[in-house]
C-alpha cells in the first residue's frame, strides 16, 4: 500500500507543481494542498480547482492499467487561512482556519472521483469550468450552503 500511495502522491506533487499549487501534507490516504499561498495569484482558485481536475483524471487513467484501483474525493473552497511551522520535535508545516473547515466539508460532502466546490470558489471559477449545481445542502457547523460539482473529461 505505500509502494501505491507513494506512486500516487509523487504524481500529485507533480501536478501541484505543474499548477503552482502546494502540497501541506498527507494523512494516511488524505492529501492537502492550497493553492495561491506561497506565491500571491489572481487565478489561485483556478489552478487548485485545474489540479484537482487532473488529479482525477490521472487516476481514471491509471485505473485503466492498475492492478488496484483507487478513487477519491475532492473538496475545494477558498479563503483566507494562516500557515505555519508547528511543534518542536518533529516539526510540520500545517494551515488554520475556517478555509480549512470548509474544504473539509466540501469533500466530506463530495462524491467519489468528484470535486465538490464552494459557492464561494464557484464565483471565482464560473467562467473556466463546465458545473453541475447542487441542492443547497445543510453543512456541519455552516448552516445552509450551496455547492457545485466540477464537471470533469470523462475516460471510460
Not at 499549487?21 to 487565478?43: F, H, P, Q, W
Not at 453541475?132 to 473529461?153: A, H, Q, Y
Amino acid at each position: 500500500m505505500i509502494d501505491e500511495l507513494n506512486e500516487i502522491f509523487t504524481a500529485f506533487d507533480d501536478i501541484m507543481e505543474f499548477n503552482d499549487c502546494d502540497r501541506i501534507k498527507t494523512i494516511g490516504d488524505a492529501y492537502l494542498a492550497v493553492g495561491g499561498m506561497t506565491e500571491k495569484s489572481k487565478n489561485h482558485a483556478y489552478k487548485i480547482v485545474r489540479a484537482a481536475t487532473q488529479m482525477i483524471e490521472y487516476l481514471k487513467k491509471r485505473n485503466q492499467t492498475s492492478p488496484i484501483s483507487w478513487t477519491i474525493r475532492v473538496g475545494i473552497h477558498s479563503g483566507s487561512l494562516v500557515g505555519g511551522v508547528v511543534g518542536v520535535k518533529k516539526y510540520i508545516y500545517d494551515v488554520f482556519g475556517d478555509t480549512v473547515n470548509t474544504a473539509s466539508r466540501m469533500e466530506t460532502n463530495s462524491e467519489e472521483m468528484k470535486i465538490n466546490i464552494s459557492d464561494v470558489t464557484y464565483q471565482l471559477v464560473k467562467n473556466d469550468f463546465t458545473f453541475i449545481e447542487r441542492e443547497t445542502t445543510e453543512i456541519k457547523g455552516k448552516d445552509l450552503m450551496k455547492m457545485w460539482f466540477v464537471v470533469t473529461n470523462s475516460i471510460d
